[in-house]
């Protein structure tokens, strides 16, 4: 039940790599562009500004490597930073390219809405998912960003949140899962998300 926790110098580590053992996980947490070559499962998590992301990314040769990874069809999840960043483009600090897995762009909350959206919401769901058995229509999680993606598929999106506007909270494609809000934050609904995730690939 391994897991490879990609280090970029944009995610608060220790926090899901505690909440990934906690639910079964063998964590390691890495930066080395061959470590990706090698996992079989890859969590990036992230907070931050989407265009600090990809230039780190890219400096520290591990664009090529997640892409690569996306390819294959080897599990990819995403939290935060890492669900914005499979998209198109995102526009903090100026048009930066994402990694256009999934088509759409990350845009910023509405200006009429107090941002960072900082705290607990709940998640509405879109459709059927073995990563939500357990989680109620209605669950709260706890978020921390001023971003949202704007997928232009709507397939791929498995649940909104209510904040003034309704955003894209989490998107499930093929081997992609991945969250804008921190399950690592999240106690037990959070706890419930991973452990699912741990039952998709390991039974």
Known sequence: MEVL?????????????????????KVTVSSDPEAVRKAYVLVL????????????????????????????GKPYMGICLGLQLLFERGYEFGKTEGFGV???????????????????????????????????????????????AVPKRQEVVLTTTDYGVDFVSSVEYENLFAVQFHPEKSQRAGLTLLRNFRKRLYG
């Open 45 to 72: 998590p992230g907070v931050g500004a989407f265009k600090k992301a990809m230039e780190n990314l890219q400096r520290m040769g591990l664009l090529k490597e997640i892409l690569r990874h996306i390819e294959r």
């Open 5 to 25: 926790l990609l280090d970029y110098h944009m995610g608060n580590l220790r926090s899901v790599s505690k909440a990934l053992e906690k639910v079964g996980f």
């Open 102 to 148: 999934l088509s759409g762009e990350v845009v910023l909350l509405p200006p009429n809405l107090k941002v960072p959206h900082i705290g607990w919401n709940q998640l509405w769901i879109k459709k059927p998912s073995d990563l939500l058995e357990g989680i109620r229509d209605g669950e709260y999680f706890y978020f921390v960003h001023s971003y949202h």
